[in-house]
T-cell receptor
Framework: IAGITQAPTSQILAAGRRMTLRCTQD?????MYWYRQDLGLGLRLIHY???????GKGEVPDGYSVSRANTDDFPLTLASAVPSQTSVYFC??????????????FGEGSRLTVL | GQNIDQPTEMTATEGAIVQINCTYQ??????LFWYQQHAGEAPTFLSY??LDGLEEKGRFSSFLSRSKGYSYLLLKELQMKDSASYLC??????????WGAGTKLIIKP
């Protein structure tokens, strides 16, 4: 693989179910991010990780959790899905030097529908 | 609060020039990014400005005025494949990216 891979690309699930969106990168980037994109709104940061073993909350973290056990993987979990979490989710990574974000590389997105 | 403003939609003709504006009000400034996003696809990086002035990259140029909180993306010799959304994003004082809602550019033959 080259770049960032997200799975699944699309999913429909019932409200109350648990769901994990997977994200893997092979660029050895230290920083990784999860965004959601909704019509008419800009990309909104859910959670981020500046380096393996650390995570932080973004603008809209409620209802989501992440882990960063190693450099390559950054899964996003919805513990109990609600309809307002219907969105397109993008995973991204960057080569974060010092405190600069640098250019972001995005996965192809996961379209999630919660009924 | 922090705010990024861009027009929602613009229409231009193939072969022409179009300018997409972005104004921002953020807590600090550490750079401005432009990304292109085709429908149903991921955003891809176009340009980065941190100093005032014009950055040219082929058919695309990006301008920044920090004193005015203003940037524009200039697309020349428009092609049908340029039909996409263009996202403006600012890196604030905490090095967090603040994103605009994007400008949908429609190219007509």
């Amino acid at each position: 693989i080259a770049g960032i891979t997200q799975a699944p690309t699309s999913q429909i699930l019932a409200a109350g179910r648990r769901m994990t969106l997977r994200c893997t990168q092979d660029m050895r980037h230290n920083a990784m991010y999860w965004y959601r994109q909704d019509l008419g709104l800009g990309l909104r940061l859910i959670h981020y990780s500046n380096t393996a073993g650390t995570t932080g909350k973004g603008e809209v973290p409620d209802g989501y959790s992440v882990s960063r056990a190693n450099t390559d993987d950054f899964p996003l979990t919805l513990a109990s899905a609600v309809p307002s979490q219907t969105s397109v989710y993008f995973c991204a990574s960057s080569d974060r030097r010092d405190r600069e974000t640098g250019e972001l590389f995005f996965g192809e997105g996961s379209r999630l529908t919660v009924l | 609060g922090q705010n990024i403003d861009q027009p929602t939609e613009m229409t231009a003709t193939e072969g022409a020039i179009v300018q997409i504006n972005c104004t921002y009000q953020t807590s600090g400034f550490n750079g401005l990014f432009w990304y292109q996003q085709h429908a149903g696809e991921a955003p891809t990086f176009l340009s980065y400005n941190v100093l005032d002035g014009l950055e040219e990259k082929g058919r695309f140029s990006s301008f920044l005025s920090r004193s005015k909180g203003y940037s524009y993306l200039l697309l020349k010799e428009l092609q049908m494949k340029d039909s996409a959304s263009y996202l403006c994003a600012v890196l604030d004082s905490n090095y967090q990216l603040i994103w605009g809602a994007g400008t949908k550019l429609i190219i007509k033959p």
